[in-house]
C-alpha cells in the first residue's frame, strides 16, 4: 500500500462528465485526481455520439444520393463500410486510444490515474494499492453500461452491445436488434442503409416510446421504407445461438440474424463503487443529487449516472453546475425543465420539456399546435426526404410552451429556438410575434404556433 496522498479533489471517471469537471478544477488551480479505468472521455467519442453520427451521416449521404431520381437526375449507389469503419477508427477514436485526451487534462495541471476506483470512507478513494484523501470533495462521475436484459440464453451468446456495434470493420448479413429506443433505432437505420437485413424487436408499442407518439409513428414509418423490419410490442423470450440468433418472441414466432445488438437501455455504474460507505445506496437505480449536484456530504455525482438524462450535454450541463458549486462561484442551479434531445434518425427527431402526454399527467391545461412539415414551404421545396413534423405543447394557463418535438431533415436544428422558448418560457404571444425567415424548416414554428388550439 502506498502512502496515502492528500489532495484538493477526486474524480472518479473521467467521461464527458467527469473530464469537465476535472478539467476545470485544475485550470482553477486545485489539486485534482481523475481516475479513469476505460478511455477518457467516456461512452460519447468512443462508442457514443460521435462514431454513431459518423455512421448515420454516412447513412443519409446514401438516402440522399438514391433521391436524385426525380430531383436532379440519376445517380449510382454503391454503399461501402470501409470508409465510414475508418473514419471511426482513424478519425473519430484514434483506434480507441486516449493519449491526446489525456494529455488535454494533465495539461490543466490535473494527475492523471488508470485505473478502477473504489470509495473507502467519507472523501477517500482507492485506485489498486494507491488510497487518496480529496479534501474539498468526491465527484462521481460514472456513467452507465449497457443493461443486458434477463432472457434466457441472452448470457451465454456473443451478443453485440453498442460498443461492437462500432468497432466492427465489417457489416453483418443480417442484425436483430433488441430495444426501439434512440440506440436501437439510430443503428437500425445506418446500417439497414448499408443493405443490412436489420429487423427491431421493441417491448413497447412502438418505437421511440419516450417521445411524442407522433414521432415514434414518424420513426416507425422511415426505418420501415429503409427496408428495417419492426416487431412493436413483443418481448424477447428466449436467444440461442447457432452461427448465428435464433430469437423467440412472446407471441412464439422466431426471428433470426447473423448479429444480435443488445439495446435496452442503460445502467448506472454504482454497485461496485463502495458508495455505501459514504452513506448512499449502492443498489439505487440512479445517484441522486439535488439542484447543486451534491449526492451528500462533499461529494458531487454529474453524467449519466444521475438519472437526469443520458445525454452528453445533461453531463456538460451538470459539470458546470458542479464546478462553480466546487469553487463556490455560485449561479444558477440545475433545471430540467427545458432538457432537449435529438435522435439523429433521418428525418432527425428534435425534443425539448414534456411530451403533451407529460404535460396533461402534470395537470396543465394543456394546448397543442401541429403542423406536418410537408405542408410547409420548404417543406414542399425539399420534396422527397421531407418527413416530418413540428408541434408544441403549451401551458395555456401561463401562456407559455412547456414542451415541443421538431423532426425533419433539420429537425435537431429546429429544436434550438424552442429550446429557447421553453427555458425562458417566453410568452407564447411574443412567440407569434417573431419574424421566422422564409424558406426556412423553422419557420413553421410560427405555423405550428398559429394552430394553438
Ligand atoms: C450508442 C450511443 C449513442 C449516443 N449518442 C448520443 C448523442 O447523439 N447525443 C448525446 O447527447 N448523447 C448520446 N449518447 C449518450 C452519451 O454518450 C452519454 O450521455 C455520455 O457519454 C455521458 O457521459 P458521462 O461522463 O456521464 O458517462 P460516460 O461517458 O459513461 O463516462 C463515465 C466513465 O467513467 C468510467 N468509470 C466508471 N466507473 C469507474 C470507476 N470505478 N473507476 C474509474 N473509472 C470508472 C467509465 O469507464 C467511463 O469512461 C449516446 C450513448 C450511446 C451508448
Ligand atoms: N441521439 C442521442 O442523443 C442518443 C442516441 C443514443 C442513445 N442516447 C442515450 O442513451 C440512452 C440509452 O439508449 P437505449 O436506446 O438503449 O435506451 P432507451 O431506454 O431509450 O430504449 C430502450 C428500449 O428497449 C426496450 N426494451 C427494454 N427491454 C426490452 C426487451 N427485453 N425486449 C424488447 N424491448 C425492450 C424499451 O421498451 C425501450 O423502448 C437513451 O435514453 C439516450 O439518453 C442518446
Redesign the pocket.
Known amino acids: 500500500m502506498g502512502a496515502e496522498r492528500q489532495v484538493d479533489v477526486v474524480v472518479v471517471g473521467l467521461g464527458v462528465g467527469g473530464e469537465e469537471v476535472a478539467g476545470r478544477l485544475a485550470a482553477a488551480g486545485l489539486t485534482v485526481v481523475g481516475v479513469e479505468n476505460t478511455l477518457v472521455g467516456g461512452e460519447c467519442p468512443y462508442w ?2 460521435i462514431p ?2 459518423i455512421m448515420v451521416r454516412a447513412g443519409t449521404a446514401l438516402a440522399e444520393a438514391r433521391r436524385i431520381p426525380g430531383l436532379a437526375g440519376s445517380a449510382t449507389v454503391d454503399p461501402d463500410w470501409a470508409p465510414v469503419a475508418k473514419r471511426i477508427r482513424d478519425e473519430a477514436t484514434d483506434d480507441w486510444n486516449d493519449k491526446v485526451a489525456v494529455d488535454r487534462f494533465t495539461g490543466k495541471g490535473g494527475t492523471f490515474v488508470r485505473g478502477t476506483a473504489t470509495i473507502t470512507g467519507p472523501g477517500r478513494v482507492r485506485v489498486g494499492e494507491q488510497e487518496y484523501s480529496a479534501t474539498r470533495g468526491l465527484v462521481i462521475a460514472t456513467g ?1 453500461a ?2 443486458i ?1 434477463p ?1 434466457d440464453g441472452l448470457a451465454g451468446t456473443p451478443y453485440w452491445t ?1 460498443r461492437d456495434a462500432v468497432e466492427t470493420p465489417t457489416l453483418p448479413s443480417s442484425l436483430l436488434v ?9 443503428f437500425a437505420q445506418a446500417f439497414a442503409r448499408f443493405g443490412v437485413r436489420v429487423t427491431v ?4 408499442d412502438r ?4 417521445e411524442e407518439p407522433e414521432a415514434s409513428e414518424l420513426a416507425g414509418k422511415v426505418l420501415t421504407a429503409d427496408g428495417v423490419s419492426l416487431h412493436t410490442g ?3 423470450t428466449n436467444v440461442g445461438y447457432d452461427h448465428g440468433f435464433i430469437v423467440t418472441l412472446s407471441d412464439g414466432s422466431t426471428l433470426t440474424g447473423e448479429k444480435l445488438l443488445v ?4 445502467t448506472a455504474r454504482l454497485r461496485d463503487l463502495g458508495v455505501d460507505r459514504i452513506g448512499l445506496d449502492p443498489a439505487a437505480r440512479f445517484l441522486t443529487t439535488d439542484e447543486r449536484m451534491r449526492a451528500a456530504d462533499g461529494v458531487w455525482g454529474v453524467g ?1 449516472v444521475t438519472g437526469n ?4 450535454h445533461m453531463a456538460m450541463y451538470e459539470a458546470d453546475i458542479a464546478v462553480r458549486d466546487i469553487l463556490g462561484q455560485g449561479g444558477p442551479g440545475a433545471d430540467y425543465r427545458a432538457r432537449p ?4 434518425l433521418d428525418p432527425e427527431i428534435g425534443a425539448v420539456g414534456l411530451t403533451e402526454q407529460q404535460a396533461r399527467d402534470a395537470g396543465l391545461n394543456v394546448r397543442v399546435g401541429q403542423v406536418p412539415l410537408s405542408a410547409t414551404s420548404r417543406g414542399f421545396i425539399h420534396g422527397p426526404g421531407n418527413e416530418g413534423l413540428i408541434k408544441v405543447v403549451a401551458d395555456h394557463d401561463r401562456g407559455v410552451l412547456v414542451g415541443a418535438t421538431t423532426a425533419g431533415p433539420a429537425g435537431g436544428e429546429m429544436i434550438g429556438a424552442l429550446s429557447v422558448a421553453v427555458h425562458a418560457e417566453v410568452p407564447v404571444s411574443t412567440l407569434l410575434s417573431t419574424i421566422w425567415a422564409y424558406p426556412t424548416f423553422h419557420r413553421g414554428i410560427g405555423d405550428a404556433l398559429k394552430a394553438l388550439g
Open positions: 457514443g455520439c454513431t453520427k452507465t449497457a443493461v436484459p432472457i453498442n433488441l430495444g426501439g429506443g434512440a440506440i436501437g433505432c439510430e424487436i421493441e417491448g413497447a418505437v421511440l416510446a419516450m413483443v418481448r424477447a439495446a435496452t437501455g442503460r449519466d438524462g443520458n445525454f452528453t434531445r435529438v435522435t439523429f
